[in-house]
């Protein structure tokens, strides 16, 4: 208990899956959490279920104004941000020749735009404070490539850049704030299942039938959280531009 005690931290996309867990995780830890999504009343809910811990913002992270918004209310309710967890993100299904310039421009103001923000007014608040950890959910699709996920794995490989030269830029101007990606394989979660919905497979099936299946395919938000909370918390201050893999040994081989 009390892993990130009297930190404050920011959390996108915390109305499901993993932003969920990972709020959820961080007030259990001692935080005070500033819940942020599109969707309002599952965002309300998660703030509800914390207490008096947490606030949700309505917030969409491709939009500036939104996070001159969301860090100002931070900083009103509870004094400052310590932890950014960029964390929301959208996700669609087309290879580089089906993938229209209106849908690349969909992916990129979410996934990447919304992330750029994050850092830049992220950043701007940390630096009033001792010190600050800014977390950027990646994927292993932003290290590999995924041929079905032409726009999503170059926004999530936009991520992993932007991570590293936050990280330098934090390092050659001596702030105490460090930026590290996180890149998991499949997480179980919404993305994937309304995904695998739209393929008409049914993964609940797999689940019901044979469990196993879906834990050794897929991390649990629980696997991604424990990796947010050390990110977020001092046990980490020397780790900075890292990108972590977490994927069970996607990369691997046995011979
Ligand atoms: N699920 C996976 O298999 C997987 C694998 C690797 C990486 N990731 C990454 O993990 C993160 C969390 O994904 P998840 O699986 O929990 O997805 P999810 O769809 O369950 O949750 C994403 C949340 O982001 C919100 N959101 C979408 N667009 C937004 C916007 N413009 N502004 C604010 N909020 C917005 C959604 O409303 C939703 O609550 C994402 O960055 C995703 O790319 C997921």
């Known amino acids: 208990m009390g892993r990130v005690q009297g930190k404050v931290a920011i ?3 915390a109305a499901s899956g993993v932003g969920k867990e990972d709020a959820l995780l961080l007030a259990r830890e001692g935080a005070n959490v500033v819940l942020t999504d599109v969707n309002e009343e599952a965002g309300e809910a998660v703030a509800r279920e914390i207490g008096d811990q947490a606030m949700f913002v309505k917030h969409d992270i491709a939009s500036e104004q939104g996070w001159i918004d969301v860090v100002k ?3 009103e309710r509870f004094g400052g941000v310590d932890v950014l967890v960029n964390n ?3 996700l669609a299904q087309a290879t580089i020749e089906d ?3 209106e849908l690349w421009q969909k992916i990129q103001r979410v996934n990447s735009d919304g992330y ?5 007014y992220g950043l701007e608040a940390m630096k009033k404070r001792p010190k600050g950890s800014i977390i950027n959910m990646s994927s292993m699709a932003g290290i590999g490539g995924v041929s079905s ?6 926004s999530k490989a936009a991520v992993a850049g932007l991570t ?3 990280a330098a830029h934090c390092r050659a101007q001596l702030y105490k704030v460090r930026c590290n990606s996180i890149h998991p394989d499949g997480i179980a979660t919404p993305m994937v299942f309304n995904l695998h919905k739209e393929q008409g497979q049914n993964t609940s099936y797999v689940r019901e039938k044979d469990p196993r299946q879906l834990q050794a395919r897929f991390a649990q938000p629980r696997d991604i959280a424990n990796l947010v909370l050390f990110l977020a918390s001092d046990e980490s201050s020397f780790i900075n531009g890292a990108e972590l893999r977490i994927d069970n040994g996607y990369l691997m081989w046995a011979d």
Do not use: M, N
Not at 116 to 120: M, R
């Open 11 to 13: 959390v996108t996309g």
């Open 73 to 75: 209310a931070t900083e």
């Open 88 to 90: 929301a993100a959208i």
């Open 99 to 101: 993938t229209t310039l």
């Open 116 to 120: 750029f923000l994050g850092c830049k």
């Open 149 to 154: 996920f032409c726009a999503y794995s170059a």
């Open 164 to 166: 590293r030269t936050v």
